[in-house]
């Protein structure tokens, strides 16, 4: 018995090391109510993170919906001073089910989260804030179905 608890615990983490390797940013934020107002956007703000100048870095944008999402796609509209210093407006689709309407990400129990790659290979400064703002552009002014909008910044 206390060598399967060893056993077990031994896999739990290891899973959990291994899974934020090379994260040095990862954040989510909550939608109200699972419905997206057309106004409302969400700030990611990094301005304190450990990060290496030689090193290049990847960024990922993250959408956690349910099964109450009405379409197969959501338009992003995404702006962020990574690339440049300057704010730079990025207008994104992100296809989230298939043609069959089979949701894209992973998930269970009617929640699915899906990474999307947005920026690669990008050099980043620890002495600079920057800051990526995410809004939906659909043609619904309160969009449902979206839980949760995230930001992932990982080293290559």
Excluded at 15 to 40: A, D
Excluded at 116 to 134: E, G, H, M, N, W
Aim: hydrophobic share 40%.
């Amino acid at each position: 018995m206390r060598n399967k608890l060893f056993v077990g615990f031994f896999i739990v983490f290891a899973f959990l090391t291994s899974c934020n390797e090379g994260e040095v940013y990862y954040r989510f934020q909550p939608v109200k109510n699972s419905h997206w107002n057309k106004q409302t956007a969400f700030d990611f703000l990094f301005d304190s993170f450990s990060v290496d100048s030689n090193e290049q870095y990847d960024v990922t944008l993250e959408i956690i919906n349910n099964n109450q999402y009405p379409y197969q796609n959501i338009w992003l509209f995404v702006q962020q001073n990574i690339t440049d210093t300057a704010f730079i407006t990025d207008t994104i689709e992100i296809r989230l089910a298939d043609s069959h309407g089979k949701w894209i990400g992973k998930g269970t129990a009617g929640l699915y989260q899906l990474s999307v790659p947005y920026k690669t290979s990008v050099a980043l400064d620890s002495t600079r804030a920057y800051l990526i703002r995410i809004r939906q552009g659909m043609k619904d002014n309160s969009l449902k179905g979206i839980e949760k909008v995230g930001v992932l910044v990982k080293s290559k």
